[in-house]
């Protein structure tokens, strides 16, 4: 193969299959080296044609002048020969190239045969190797040389022998060693020709060779980035330092939707108004271009938003080459869709959560890990905190007391473990106001597209005023029943005891009217005594009922007197029964001061200190004491007796209308009931301590504090 | 009737007024002489079960029946009822009340607590002693009982 002959010698010794790998990367194909040969040929030939002709010419004249007349027409052939494969066209190479050899050669042999002088016949032969090296190979370059050769020595013997006198110059040089010499030097020189012709040849056919390869690198490179520039979804324009578009892709021309001529005309200021016609703020982005103009070496980012809506993503970064800035490239991508996503869902999001902060609810929600990722402003309130991130991926530990905590994470645990949804309704301590606190909600497990848990979900409820309105109602419910009860046993007795002293007084005016018809006088007497008496009995009841109904209705505006006061002014109202019952009544000193209608109170006092009196017994020395303790519930209010004490059945009875435990005693049974009817207007509570029969009494009672 | 030996009724009564009437009207129609009245159920229980001041038997004979008024003091009217118509020997002495209550809590009690009979106080004197009269008629000439 021709062109396995041309790789260079040392790559000898590689291995076959690497050299025929590095042929085919050095070496040009034969195609293109005859080609290059061919038109190398046709220059010499033309560009050497007037030339040619003149040489030619002169040397028919010369052979003319020398009497060599016969070497005319020889001339004559060649010039027309010369002509002919210089400008006949579809002549095959090789006729072209044998042909001119033939032509210098015959050239040189004239030359010769005429005027012997080996000069310009030497000249001739050296061109003949240097030539069938450019034209051929180096082995006919070789041939010629040594026909060349053989020319000259075969000439040399002719004259020096005298065989062959063409001109008597060259008589003169009948010596062999001018031949030999000359022959030498010709030698020679076409040796250096040759040599160099060929290291050039070489040189420049690899010169060709890289250029060609790295042409075609070039090419492939360019037509990949062709390809890729074309086929991206990025808008580019390429501009460089002077302004001017260096390029700009389909896209680029699609998106801005441009006219091609001014992509052609490589104008940017024509494609800056082209852009800023479409831009929503015009004033902006031309800022934003000049500040980056003034920047060559800024990289930026920018969304850009358009007239008919569209938002663009805009890059821009610089062209550099070799550390230089030589241009700077626009890559515009239409992210319209994606923003309209993005809008949609944050105005989805802002929706929702306006939604979350609106209600008037506790609404959080936490991660797997128990951490605060959602606090709506009920939660924050809740938790106390001014803001949404300062609870923002914190555990209830790092918020809540221990206690709060930990018994929120085990709710918690349940329902990120378990799965399920924990419903609650609880109290808690508000830590800042001591007020108690109730809540109702529950807490439900998030899953994520696959079903699995990811966090949890809480909302609650603020129940406090509904909590405080049922445990008002039931309370009120409770006061109301204990009404009713009181009223229901008020009638009853009232029905009762009012009764009674009718039936007496009808039964004994059924007596009298017997007596008066049987005259029986003294019987008369007794019985319209029984019906005074029970006349009386009657008034007293009904001014003690209704000096009942009266407490609590119509009450005195109240004052804040020392209680030591109130028990002087009663003791002035039964002083008279302290003195017929010799009792004596002792006042602890130091007593606080109280809040409350002054009146009642003495009442109350008097009233408990009458009652010991009455209920004295046959104590020797009975004795009162009026006192105050302090206890945890407040102050308690005493009157201590050594009387005849109650048993622990009758302490409740004693306080009811009417109930009186002996009979016979000449009270109605209202007092203690007035006494315990004051102290509950006054928000207090009465109640008696006895150890029993015989062993006095202790009234207590407390008051609600002073306001 | 006088020489008839137990024709003993007990009054408990706490209002002396009322059971002077109704022992004047007894004695008005000569039904008994043999009334024994207490103030309140405890000497209604003594007297029952001869206790404290009532001790003797001989002088204290069972009543043919137990006039009871509801409002008394102590022990009270439905508890002695109570006492008599739970105790073994005494449950079979017809317990008639005696009281101003018309209320239909009380007679409802009266009767959950087996009263025999429940009557109301009348205001008039005329029908007061028609009562006392026919009461003393029913139970202690009609009606009979098992001696013990």
């Not at chain 1, 002048?65 to 010369?82: E, H, I, K, Q």
């Not at chain 1, 030539?131 to 000439?155: E, I, N, P």
């Not at chain 1, 004259?159 to 022959?183: F, K, M």
């Not at chain 2, 439905?78 to 317990?95: A, D, G, N, R, W």
Request: glycine residues 6%; aromatic residues 8%.
């Amino acid at each position: 193969m021709q062109n396995q002959e041309r790789i260079p010698g040392r790559l000898g010794s590689l291995p076959r299959t690497l050299q025929n790998r590095l042929a085919e990367f050095l070496i040009p194909s034969s195609e293109e080296i005859r080609a290059w040969k061919q038109q190398l040929a046709d220059n010499i030939l033309r560009s050497s044609f007037a030339v040619a002709i003149l040489l030619l010419g002169g040397g028919a004249y010369y052979a003319y002048t020398v009497d060599a007349v016969w070497l005319v027409p020889f001339y004559g052939v060649m010039v027309s020969l010369w002509t002919l494969i210089a400008f006949l066209p579809k002549i095959p190479y090789v006729l072209r190239a044998w042909t001119l050899l033939l032509l210098i050669y015959a050239i040189a042999i004239l030359d010769l045969f005429e005027s012997g002088r080996t000069g310009s016949a030497r000249v001739f032969l050296i061109a003949l190797p240097v030539l069938s090296l450019l034209l051929f190979d180096w082995r006919m370059s070789a041939l010629t040389l040594g026909v060349c050769l053989a020319t000259l020595g075969g000439f040399g013997w002719l004259y020096t022998t005298g065989r062959l006198v063409v001109a008597p110059e060259i008589a003169n040089s009948t010596n062999p060693a001018i031949w030999i010499s000359n022959t030498l030097v010709f030698f020679f020189i076409s040796v250096l020709l040759m040599t160099s012709a060929n290291y050039l040849i070489h040189r420049l056919a690899q010169a060709v060779i890289h250029l060609k390869d790295s042409v075609k690198t070039t090419q492939d490179a360019l037509s990949l980035q062709h390809a890729v520039f074309d086929a991206t979804a990025d808008g580019i324009l390429a501009v460089d330092h002077t302004g001017r578009i260096t390029t700009a892709n389909r896209k680029f021309v699609e998106l801005w939707d441009i006219p091609e001529s001014i992509i052609t005309s490589r104008s940017d200021s024509e494609a800056i108004a082209s852009v800023i016609a479409q831009v929503a703020d015009p004033v902006e982005f031309m800022a934003r271009i000049h500040e980056l103009y003034e920047q060559p070496h800024v990289e930026s980012y920018d969304l850009l938003y358009l007239k008919d809506g569209r938002v663009f993503e805009h890059y821009s970064s610089p062209q550099r080459l070799n550390n230089d800035t030589v241009g700077r490239v626009w890559a515009f991508r239409d992210v319209t869709a994606q923003k309209r996503v993005e809008e949609t869902l944050e105005r989805e999001r802002i929706l929702l959560r306006t939604l979350v902060d609106t209600m008037p609810a506790i609404i959080f929600a936490k991660d797997a890990a128990g951490r605060k990722i959602l606090a709506n402003i009920g939660d924050q309130q809740a938790m106390g905190v001014q803001s949404e991130a300062e609870v923002i991926g914190k555990t209830d530990f790092e918020i809540y007391s221990p206690e709060k905590a930990a018994r929120f994470a085990e709710e918690d645990r349940r329902v990120l473990e378990g799965g399920e949804t924990f419903e609650s309704e609880s109290m808690f301590l508000d830590s800042r106001t001591g007020q108690q606190w109730w809540v109702s909600g529950s807490k439900r497990p998030l899953r994520n597209e696959a079903g699995q848990i990811i966090g949890l979900i809480g909302s609650f409820y603020d129940i406090t005023r509904i909590k405080e309105g049922e445990i008002e109602r039931e309370q009120l419910i409770a006061e109301l029943e204990a009404k009713n009860a009181e009223l229901e046993r008020f009638t009853y007795t009232v029905s009762h005891d009012l009764k009674s002293p009718l039936i007496t007084i009808g039964g004994f005016v059924g007596f009298l009217q017997q007596d008066l018809l049987n005259g029986n006088t003294t019987q008369a007497q007794t019985d319209m005594e029984r019906i005074l008496d029970a006349l009386a009995r009657m008034q007293q009841l009904l001014d003690e009922l209704l000096e009942l109904s009266r407490i609590g209705r119509r009450m005195n505006p109240p004052q804040t007197v020392p209680f030591e006061t109130i028990v002087r002014e009663a003791m002035e109202l039964v002083s008279g029964r302290i003195a017929a019952g010799n009792v004596t009544v002792d006042i602890i000193p130091d007593l606080p001061t109280v809040y409350g209608d002054r009146a009642r109170l003495v009442e109350v006092v008097q009233n408990l200190v009458d009652n010991a009196c009455k209920y004295m017994g046959d104590t020797p020395n009975p004795h009162v004491e009026i006192g105050a303790r302090q206890t945890e519930a407040g102050t308690v209010f005493y009157v201590r007796d050594n009387g005849i004490g109650i048993e622990p059945q009758n302490r409740e009875k004693i306080f009811g209308l009417f109930d009186k435990i002996d009979p016979a005693s000449d009270g109605t049974g209202v007092g203690l009931a007035i006494v315990r009817r004051i102290i509950e207007t006054h928000g207090g509570h009465i109640w008696v301590d006895s150890e029993g029969d015989g062993r006095g009494s202790t009234f207590c009672f407390t008051l609600a504090a002073a306001k | 009737m006088l020489t008839e030996p137990n024709n003993t009724i007990l009054l408990v009564e706490d209002n002396p007024a009322h059971a002077e009437i109704v022992i004047r009207s007894f004695q008005d129609h000569h039904i008994t002489n043999h009334i024994v009245h207490v103030l309140d159920g405890e000497a209604a229980l003594d007297y029952l079960l001869h206790r404290g001041q009532y001790v003797n038997a001989e002088n204290n004979p069972r009543p043919r029946i137990v006039l009871l008024d509801l409002r008394l003091p102590k022990i009270g009217g439905l508890q002695l009822l109570h006492e008599i118509k739970t105790h073994e020997i005494l449950c079979s002495i017809p317990v008639v009340i005696l009281t101003t209550s018309e209320a239909t809590r009380d007679l409802a009690l009266a009767y959950a607590n087996h009263a025999n009979s429940y009557l109301v106080k009348p205001v008039d004197f005329t029908k007061f002693s028609q009562l006392i009269d026919d009461l003393g008629i029913y139970w202690l000439d009609w009606n009979r009982q098992p001696e013990s």
